[in-house]
């Protein structure tokens, strides 16, 4: 059995949030500025752990789903616009799953 001191588990309950959060945006749109906005707020009080690496994780899943789900709406008149969509909600889901697995098995990013 793993024994963390407090901090270790208060950073480790804040990371599997903010995964959430961004899980819970594919249904719920406005819970994704709510994670991004934590990832920002407690940023610093990840460094040096492991924590950090999934922080940045998260901070380019969000703008990088953010830029490309602008580039698909603006592309949606010449139509090429849904399969940036589409690509940019594919690679969402796997960015949130492939990060909650790896923080679940205790390894960084």
């Known amino acids: 059995m793993i024994v963390e001191d407090?901090?270790?588990?208060?950073?480790?309950?804040?990371?599997?949030?903010?995964?959430?959060?961004?899980?819970?945006s594919l249904f719920v749109g406005v819970t994704a500025l709510v994670g991004i906005v934590l990832n920002y707020i407690k940023r610093d009080d990840m460094a040096g752990t492991m924590y950090e690496s999934h922080f940045r994780w998260q901070i380019?899943?969000?703008?990088?789903?953010?830029?490309?789900?602008?580039?698909?709406v603006i592309t949606m008149v010449i139509l090429i616009g849904f399969g940036i969509l589409i690509a940019d909600l594919i690679w969402f889901i796997y960015r949130i799953a492939k990060g909650w697995l790896r923080l679940q098995e205790g390894k960084p990013m």
């Open 6 to 24: 407090e901090k270790t588990k208060a950073n480790r309950t804040m990371t599997h949030a903010i995964y959430a959060l961004y899980a819970v």
């Open 60 to 72: 380019r899943t969000f703008w990088f789903g953010l830029l490309w789900g602008v580039i698909g």
